[in-house]
């Protein structure tokens, strides 16, 4: 088993930043890959970024250049700095770690509301 804590989440302004945290324990020999995902109230889970375990890094289009993915291995951690955050960026953020066996660990989420 894999557990994923996400923390970092909140309300911040228009145009302001915020950045999540991904924290894994357990066994996690064999993930190749941790992502961001979220979910906006009405709408279906969508990927927002994800980076593997080779480095390769995939964003959806409506947040390139204003969020970031990182990691760091020492803390099995994975991180996204988000900037320039919009009212659309509204959405409970979910952590995913993915086996290459293809099984996948999901985060509780973490709410980001941007509203002035």
């Known amino acids: 088993q894999v557990q994923l804590v996400e923390s970092g989440g909140g309300l911040v302004q228009p145009g302001g930043s915020l950045r999540l945290s991904c924290a894994a324990s357990?066994?996690?020999?064999?993930?190749?890959?941790m992502g961001w995902y979220r979910q906006a109230p009405g709408k279906q889970r969508e990927l927002v970024a994800f980076i593997t375990s080779e480095d390769s890094i995939i964003y959806v289009d409506s947040v390139k250049g204003r969020f970031t993915i990182s990691r760091d291995n020492a803390k099995n951690t994975v991180y996204l700095q988000m900037n320039t955050l919009k009212p659309e960026d509204t959405a409970v953020y979910y952590c995913?770690?993915?086996?290459?066996?293809?099984?996948?660990?999901w985060g509780q989420g973490t709410q980001v509301t941007v509203s002035s």
């Open positions: 357990g066994n996690i020999f064999s993930i190749v890959l």
């Open positions: 995913k770690a993915a086996r290459s066996t293809g099984r996948d660990y």
